[in-house]
C-alpha cells in the first residue's frame, strides 16, 4: 500500500487496465426483440442467446437447429475452445427454433454480426443483418463471428434468408 501512497494516480489506472480488460472478454449472452404474435404483423420475435467474436465456425454459415442433438454439436464447436464453457441453453423444441449465422474466419478483429430485425416476406423468413467492418486500426488476431438466437417455430420448411439491413 505505500507504493500506492507515492503516486496515487497510479491504483485508479491499474483497477481501470484491469476492468477494461475483463469486461472486453465477455460474450453476450442475452437479448431479446419481442414482437406482438399479430397475424398481420410480419415482424417475427427473437432473443439473442449467445452472441460473440470465437464461435470456432471455420466456414460462413446459416442454419436453423431443430433438436437437442444439433444444438450440441454447434454448443460443442462454440465451446471448444471456451474454459469455462457457455451452458447449452435449455429450448424448447415444440415450441422454439434455434437459429445460427456465422461468418467464417476473419483474419482481423472488429467483425460482429447484428440482427436488425426478422420478418416474414411472401412466405419466406428473412433475418436482416447489420455487420459493421473493423475500423482502419484493428486488432490482429483470427476471428470467427457468430451469433446463435431463438425464434417461434414457423410453418412450413424451417429456412432463413439472410440479407444486409439498409
Known amino acids: 500500500m505505500k507504493r500506492y501512497m ?3 494516480w497510479q491504483l485508479p489506472i491499474n483497477l481501470l487496465i484491469l476492468f477494461v480488460v475483463f469486461a472486453s472478454c465477455k460474450t453476450n449472452t442475452q437479448g431479446l426483440k419481442n414482437y406482438s404474435d399479430d397475424p398481420g404483423n410480419p415482424e417475427i420475435g ?3 442467446l449467445i452472441e460473440g ?3 470456432n465456425f471455420m ?3 446459416e442454419r436453423v437447429i431443430t433438436n437437442k442433438t444439433a ?4 454448443m460443442a464447436t462454440i465451446n471448444s475452445t ?3 464453457s457457455i451452458p447449452t441453453p435449455d429450448i424448447d423444441f415444440s415450441k422454439d427454433y434455434v437459429g445460427l449465422i456465422a461468418l467464417g474466419q476473419k483474419n482481423t478483429g472488429g467483425y460482429a454480426i447484428r440482427i436488425a430485425e426478422m420478418r416474414n416476406v411472401d412466405h419466406e423468413m428473412v433475418v436482416y443483418l447489420q455487420q459493421p467492418k473493423p475500423s482502419k486500426y484493428a486488432t490482429m488476431a483470427l476471428t470467427t463471428p457468430f451469433v446463435l438466437f431463438k425464434f417461434k ?5 424451417p429456412s432463413f434468408i ?3 439491413a439498409q
Open 6 to 8: 507515492k503516486k496515487p
Open 162 to 164: 439472410v440479407r444486409n
Open 71 to 74: 444444438l450440441a454439436e454447434a
Open 82 to 84: 471456451r474454459k469455462p
Open 53 to 55: 467474436e470465437q464461435g
Open 59 to 61: 466456414d460462413a454459415q
Open 153 to 157: 417455430k414457423q410453418e412450413g420448411v
Open 46 to 48: 427473437y432473443e439473442i
